[in-house]
């Protein structure tokens, strides 16, 4: 059984979730929001966010229900949530590896999982941020929602109801880890085709060759040749 529990505004899903996890055997338990004031995104990155138009959601989970190293857990999560929103818009959606959601060249979600000790339970902290409605973005020129990507409307509460449904089934039945990085891997965003990247300052052309299972991306450069990066090593511009 699940629980996904609702505060009308908070500062970050991913911190309030703590105070909804009150028993020994609390488990696939979310909180959401669709006014997040201080959310935070990877490497200490923030996660702006137009109030109700958009939703924060986080879901807390055992780590003993899983045996997926953490790299793949990660690739699992994006690929779930790919799967959600390719069905919901019935659009193909792409990974930016290594956990931002691509829809039609558009950053529309962006994923954080952490790890934490909480009632002397161990648990993956899984935060995302979706944009939905909003429709204007000033600051981030690479970002984008449901909204703009496909012209349609959607209703914050079923979808926020039904996203979770998928994610909580999805997570009940893990595939094999070797399954995971081939789908992690045929929808990775960019690869086999020519990209621009920013690598120590500069910018040179490289094709995307695949992600790895310790969570390194592979990019033959076209000044460096085939190289392996970590998160925040390299940056591809699109």
């Not at 399954?179 to 990247?197: A, M, P, W």
């Amino acid at each position: 059984m699940s629980q996904l529990f609702y505060l009308k505004e908070c500062s970050s899903t991913n911190d309030e979730i703590s105070k909804f996890l009150l028993y020994e055997n609390s488990d696939f338990v979310a909180l959401h929001t669709f006014n997040q004031t201080r959310g935070r995104g990877q490497y200490g990155n923030t996660w702006l966010s137009a109030a109700e138009k958009n939703l924060a959601y986080t879901l807390a989970v055992k780590t003993e229900n899983f045996s997926l190293s953490d790299f793949m857990f990660n690739y699992y999560t994006a690929i779930t949530i790919s799967d959600f929103l390719a069905n919901l818009t019935e659009n193909m959606v792409k990974i930016k590896w290594p956990n931002d959601i691509i829809l039609k060249n558009k950053k529309i979600a962006g994923i954080l999982i952490e790890k934490k000790k909480i009632n002397q339970n161990n648990y993956f902290i899984i935060g995302m941020g979706l944009n939905i409605l909003q429709e204007k973005f000033n600051e981030i020129s690479n970002a984008g929602s449901l909204a703009t990507q496909t012209g349609r409307y959607f209703e914050l509460n079923d979808l926020t109801c039904s996203l979770h449904d998928f994610f909580v089934e999805k997570l009940r039945k893990i595939p094999s880890e070797n399954e995971i990085l081939d789908c992690f891997n045929d929808n990775l965003f960019r690869k086999d085709q020519i990209s621009v990247f920013e690598l120590n300052g500069t910018r040179q052309n490289g094709i995307i060759k695949n992600a790895d299972k310790n969570g390194e991306i592979w990019i033959d450069l076209e000044n460096d040749g085939l190289k392996s990066f970590y998160h925040k090593e390299i940056k591809l511009l699109y």
